[in-house]
């Protein structure tokens, strides 16, 4: 088998495996278009709740949402403005935007005003598993809450590891990372920038 077609297998294995445990209702770290992340279904609270639990976050901070593509995250925000979807498409660095209003998403995503806060990947192995699940997947850092995040994946801490139930295969080997930059679109139409 040629090396190419081997990395092509071992990515297609390793989704199929992914995608089982978020249907399952698991949480598993996988590899994003940032840093490596928490992931899992967010329509399922007790998944929610558990990485949540796992960071040692308050339950009040909903996680980010990782979805696959504009058109995907079209079906959980009112309305994407044609700057926004520039920014998306063309910005270099991974865009983390805060909707103001969201639908087909549970209370527990959302924060206290309503937002929701989603990033679109253009990641390979994030977006395929993504594309194959159907649907938008949790993404926090593998860290507890208020500690340093790891920037790759020998960073990550035991303790994690131990408290998911799949980890991906592909892309450890991947060097650094960084967090998202982060905006938030507000309903009278403003762009404000948070974090870089």
């Keep these: 088998m040629k090396e190419a077609d081997h990395i ?8 199929d495996t992914a995608v089982h445990h978020l249907q399952e209702g698991n949480i598993i770290l996988c590899p994003t278009d940032t840093i490596w992340g928490l992931s899992c279904d967010p329509l399922k609270k007790e998944s929610y709740l558990r990485i949540q639990k796992i960071k040692k976050r308050a339950t009040d901070k909903p996680l980010i949402l990782l979805a696959s593509s504009i058109e995907m995250l079209k079906e959980y925000v009112d309305r994407i403005p044609p700057r926004i979807e520039n920014l998306l498409v063309y910005f270099d660095h991974p865009v983390t935007i805060i909707y103001p209003e969201a639908h087909n998403l549970p209370e527990h995503c959302l924060s206290k005003d309503g937002s929701v806060a989603i ?4 990641e390979p192995f994030s977006k395929k598993l993504i594309e194959r699940f159907g649907r938008p997947i949790t993404s926090t850092s593998p860290n507890l809450s208020g500690q ?16 998911v139930d799949y980890i991906v295969r592909y892309g450890r080997n991947k060097t650094t990372g960084t967090p998202s930059q982060i905006f938030r679109f507000d309903k009278g139409g403003h762009l404000k920038y948070l974090r870089e």
Excluded at 9 to 15: A, L, Q
Excluded at 148 to 163: Q, V
């Design 8 to 15: 092509s297998s071992f990515f297609g294995e390793d989704i």
């Design 119 to 122: 990033r679109v990947s253009k």
């Design 148 to 163: 340093p995040y790891p920037s790759h994946f020998g960073e990550i801490s035991s303790d994690i590891f131990d408290r």
